[in-house]
């Protein structure tokens, strides 16, 4: 299983930002109508989205082969207290959510297993392999951010903007990470939504050497020659996603949810032989699932 799971921005499709449904304006969903008037829907009552996606990701951070894995996804808010857990990430909100269109202050903990290069079987190229099995980093930390609602197509739609830093306590590669993060969503109707998202990672020295270094000793079992990397900005990254409500509506019911990424590795981590020769820069990533909101 790869570190990459799911873009954490791509859940936003999951759960509708609840105070667009007090608009008895929206466009009609496909259906023709909305069968349950604005007026009825407790906008402030706790809401969990859980589901399932098939995931089509990198063998490793910076391969060029790619495979299918399942993962599991949860958003939701309760009391005000907003949480998400994309496939290998959760994280929780622990500034309560304000009701209506106002500015939404975040901050609150981080928590990520990292299982890049973990299973061997589950890579492609014989000289990655050949470069050893990683052992599993715990990766916890903490994320602060800003958000508002009703800011470009409608009093709906959310802009937020947020920086976590995370440090592996595992010992496995023993740095942090930050990462800076926009994220946009907007609804379309009682049915559809929409989203975009961009980040960008900055890693330091120790991830950089664990994953993207060659000691002497893999240059012998690999043939690719030594390489120290020194840590920077990994990469940045763009993305979106959408959701269409098959029973019900977007506060409640099945949805389908899908949606992509594409990552652009950089520096030291872009030009190591572990991207640059037997991978690629360029890193996809592909969502397609189900889910449920409660």
């Given at each position: 299983?790869?570190?990459?799971l799911?873009?954490?921005?791509?859940?936003?499709?999951?759960?509708?930002?609840?105070?667009?449904?007090?608009?008895?304006?929206?466009?009609?969903?496909?259906?023709?109508?909305?069968?349950?008037p604005?007026?009825?829907?407790?906008?402030?009552?706790?809401?969990?989205?859980?589901?399932?996606?098939?995931?089509?990701l990198?063998?490793?951070e910076?391969?060029?082969?790619?495979?299918?894995?399942?993962?599991?996804?949860?958003?939701?808010?309760?009391?005000?207290?907003?949480?998400?857990?994309?496939?290998?990430?959760?994280?929780?909100?622990?500034?309560?959510?304000?009701?209506?269109?106002?500015?939404?202050?975040?901050?609150?903990?981080?928590?990520?297993?990292?299982?890049?290069?973990?299973?061997?079987?589950?890579?492609d190229?014989p000289?990655?392999?050949?470069?050893?099995?990683?052992?599993?980093a715990?990766?916890?930390g903490?994320?602060?951010?800003?958000?508002?609602?009703?800011?470009?197509?409608?009093?709906?739609?959310?802009?937020s903007?947020?920086?976590?830093?995370?440090?592996?306590?595992?010992?496995?590669?023993?740095?942090?990470?930050?990462?800076?993060?926009?994220?946009?969503f907007?609804?379309?109707?009682?049915?559809?939504?929409?989203?975009?998202?961009?980040?960008?990672?900055?890693?330091?020295?120790?991830?950089?050497?664990?994953?993207?270094?060659?000691?002497?000793?893999?240059?012998?079992?690999?043939?690719?020659?030594?390489?120290?990397?020194?840590?920077?900005?990994?990469?940045?990254?763009?993305?979106?996603?959408?959701?269409?409500?098959?029973?019900?509506?977007?506060?409640?019911?099945?949805?389908?949810?899908?949606?992509?990424t594409?990552?652009?590795?950089?520096?030291?981590?872009?030009?190591?032989?572990?991207?640059?020769?037997?991978?690629?820069?360029?890193?996809?990533?592909?969502?397609?699932?189900?889910?449920?909101?409660?």
């Amino acid at each position: 299983m790869s570190r990459l799971l799911i873009a954490p921005a791509a859940l936003l499709a999951l759960l509708s930002t609840p105070a667009f449904a007090q608009d008895t304006q929206l466009p009609p969903a496909d259906t023709g109508a909305v069968t349950q008037p604005a007026a009825d829907i407790d906008l402030d009552r706790d809401t969990v989205t859980a589901g399932v996606v098939a995931v089509y990701l990198p063998d490793y951070e910076g391969s060029n082969h790619y495979r299918w894995t399942g993962a599991p996804a949860a958003i939701g808010s309760v009391k005000g207290f907003a949480f998400t857990l994309a496939g290998n990430r959760v994280s929780v909100d622990l500034i309560p959510n304000p009701p209506g269109p106002k500015w939404d202050i975040q901050a609150g903990p981080i928590a990520l297993v990292n299982f890049n290069r973990t299973t061997l079987s589950q890579i492609d190229d014989p000289r990655i392999r050949a470069l050893g099995k990683l052992d599993t980093a715990i990766e916890l930390g903490g994320y602060v951010g800003i958000g508002k609602t009703g800011v470009i197509t409608s009093p709906y739609d959310k802009l937020s903007v947020s920086v976590s830093y995370r440090h592996d306590v595992s010992g496995v590669h023993d740095a942090g990470i930050w990462q800076p993060t926009v994220n946009y969503f907007t609804p379309l109707s009682l049915k559809a939504a929409v989203g975009l998202f961009a980040s960008a990672e900055r890693a330091e020295r120790g991830y950089a050497q664990t994953y993207f270094g060659i000691t002497p000793a893999q240059s012998v079992a690999s043939g690719f020659t030594t390489y120290s990397p020194r840590g920077g900005w990994k990469n940045w990254g763009v993305g979106a996603l959408g959701t269409y409500s098959l029973t019900g509506n977007l506060l409640h019911g099945v949805k389908l949810v899908a949606g992509g990424t594409y990552r652009r590795m950089l520096n030291d981590f872009g030009n190591s032989p572990v991207t640059r020769i037997a991978g690629s820069k360029n890193q996809w990533l592909g969502a397609v699932g189900l889910a449920y909101t409660f």
